[in-house]
């Protein structure tokens, strides 16, 4: 199973699977094409807008989570 963890970088993630995109999406993170996505870390990312990180990872994980079990 993918373990999402903080110290990841958004790009990272979404290579991983690419309906993540619609978990940053709905957390308000809208920027995922930009230069920032490659090397920001998820808390880095969230800090700057404002973001709950663990609620985040929290959503990341329960998509990866979910998906296994469907």
């Known amino acids: 199973m993918a ?3 903080k110290d990841m970088n958004i790009m990272e993630v979404i290579q991983m699977d690419e309906g ?3 978990v940053f999406m709905s957390a308000g993170m809208g ?3 930009c230069a ?3 090397f ?3 808390e ?3 800090m700057v807008h404002g973001i ?3 609620e985040l990872v929290d959503k990341l994980n329960n ?3 979910n998906k296994e079990t469907h």
Do not use: S
Request: a negative charge.
């Open 3 to 5: 373990k999402i963890t």
């Open 20 to 22: 993540t995109a619609d």
């Open 31 to 33: 920027c995922l094409g």
């Open 36 to 38: 920032a996505a490659r």
């Open 40 to 42: 920001e870390n998820l």
């Open 44 to 46: 880095q990312a969230c």
């Open 52 to 54: 709950d990180v663990d």
């Open 63 to 65: 998509y990866f989570e």
